[in-house]
């Protein structure tokens, strides 16, 4: 009987997959959707290859990337464009100058300008024009941000011109702080027009997604000078045994902070809503409610206070070029540099306000509120109308609170980490670089779940229009 059973249950098996097989498979059904991910893998791949091509005229030092990695100016740079200063390539300033473009032209979007106003509000283009505007703005940032690295690298002895005097080209010297300016503006728009190639044609947002390959792609070699600063291999055994320890301390540290953004990304309050007329429901997994997640703001805090600071000190990199004892430069060295408790302190409260502003942005509550009323829908308990504004305003609040403690708190880690400990900045836990990685894959785990499920969806309802026209052919028939 046993043996029957299983016989039965081996042929159901091989039947199911038999049409598993004549519907397809996996990726002949979502054959869109591995398009997608394998071309959004070959311009990453591209990417990563331009991020080996020095700019021409450049001639980087020996301790060309060791140096640049331990500056907060270049560090900032690096995770918020994507790109590879510490190669000085083509495309070391990434998305960047985008990125602070765009958080201006957002914030003057905000009842500041009329006309900026209305397109926001204006549907896809209204969008298009800001877009096109954010652009024409990264332009004067792209170039202002090359400058100031040139003058930087160039004091510190870390990159010779090749059309110098005493360099090894030939012609006036002048002509390098045209032709690197300009190709590393190039190489920014290059990263803006594949941004908007893999948002079209690939898989997530193209900006986010290259933020997320240029941070992701400097993990490996953070490991393993991490494990170099900790453990000294040509040491005694209890040197050895001691730094090997607290390497192991450093990775479970590690993804413990992995653990607690992903948990507080995901975090949301449920606010039950019931609609008029449609009664009560019968039991409490049914009820529908309206989420509101813990951190609404998602990203986009920490990458705006990064970005209000690293204007500043774009500009002071400029004038310490010419002029190192200036006074503005003094107070960005003083008050915004990570490496002070005051610059410490400025991010983290930055972070927090942007916090705020954003989240009300994201979701606002008057809006909800039209919906609802619009809808008949309310929440149990609260009157329609300015009191359900008033209820949600608060609930919104008092989780942006949490959240905005909780972005400030991991933005400022590893700052924090190096005062107190002789490890890097850079080789630190936490930071922005981690939130950002976390968000994007969350949000890009996301829109791939969205796609299958949309594709299950289509091949239900091509199988039942199958189904239907064959019962429709057998009575003609």
Do not use: C
Not at 137 to 143: D, K, R, S, T
Not at 301 to 309: D, E, G, K, L, R
Not at 389 to 409: D, P, Q
């Amino acid at each position: 009987m046993a043996a029957k059973v299983n016989k039965r249950t081996k042929k159901a098996k091989s039947t199911k997959y038999k049409n598993e097989f004549a519907k397809g498979g996996f990726f002949i059904r979502n054959k869109d959707l591995v398009k997608r991910i394998v071309f959004t893998l070959i311009v990453l791949i591209i990417i990563r290859a331009g991020t080996l091509l020095t700019v021409p005229g450049v001639q980087v030092s020996e301790n060309f990337k060791e140096s640049v990695g331990s500056q907060d100016f270049f560090q900032l740079l690096s995770t918020l464009g994507g790109g590879s200063i510490g190669q000085f390539s083509i495309i070391a300033l990434g998305v960047s100058p985008y990125i602070t473009a765009s958080i201006i032209v957002q914030l003057l979007s905000t009842d500041v300008v009329p006309v900026l106003t209305r397109w926001s509000k204006s549907g896809e283009r209204g969008r298009r024009k800001l877009d096109r505007l954010t652009k024409v703005l990264a332009i004067p940032f792209a170039l202002m941000q090359s400058i100031a690295t040139i003058f930087t690298l160039t004091s510190q002895g870390l990159i010779d011109a090749k059309w110098g005097t005493n360099a090894a080209g030939t012609g006036p010297a002048w002509f390098y702080y045209i032709l690197v300016p300009s190709v590393m503006l190039g190489g920014t728009f290059l990263m803006l027009w594949i941004s908007d190639q893999i948002t079209i044609k690939g898989i997530g947002n193209g900006v986010s997604i290259i933020i997320f390959t240029g941070i992701v792609s400097q993990m490996p070699s953070n490991f393993i000078n991490t494990f170099k600063f900790w453990v000294e291999l040509n040491g005694e055994s209890t040197i050895l045994f001691d730094g090997i320890l607290k390497f192991l301390i450093y990775i479970v540290s590690f993804l413990l902070v992995i653990f607690v953004v992903v948990l507080m990304n995901e975090a949301e309050r449920k606010i039950p809503i019931q609609q008029t007329g449609s009664g009560l429901v019968d039991t409490k997994d049914h009820t529908p409610y309206l989420p509101l997640k813990l951190n609404n703001a998602g990203v986009i805090p920490v990458i705006f206070a990064s970005a209000i600071i690293s204007t500043p000190m774009t500009v002071a990199q400029i004038v310490a070029a010419s002029n190192p004892n200036n006074g503005f430069v003094a107070f960005t060295q003083n008050y915004l540099s990570f490496g002070t408790w005051w610059g410490i302190g400025i991010y983290g409260v930055l972070t927090i306000l942007f916090t705020f502003l954003y989240a009300q942005v994201q979701i606002n509550p008057e809006k909800i509120t039209e919906n609802f009323k619009k809808s008949g829908t309310f929440i149990p308990g609260i009157k329609p109308g300015k009191e359900t504004e008033k209820f949600l305003t608060g609930v919104i609040n008092r989780l942006s609170v949490v959240g905005a403690f909780f972005l400030a708190g991991i933005a400022v880690l590893p700052y924090v980490i190096t005062k107190v400990t002789s490890l890097p900045s850079h080789l630190a836990i936490g930071g922005t670089g981690i939130i950002i990685v976390i968000s994007v894959a969350i949000q890009t785990v996301q829109q791939l779940k969205g796609r299958l499920i949309q594709q299950s969806f289509l091949d239900k309802k091509q199988d039942k229009f199958k189904a239907e026209e064959t019962t429709f052919e057998s009575h003609i028939w």
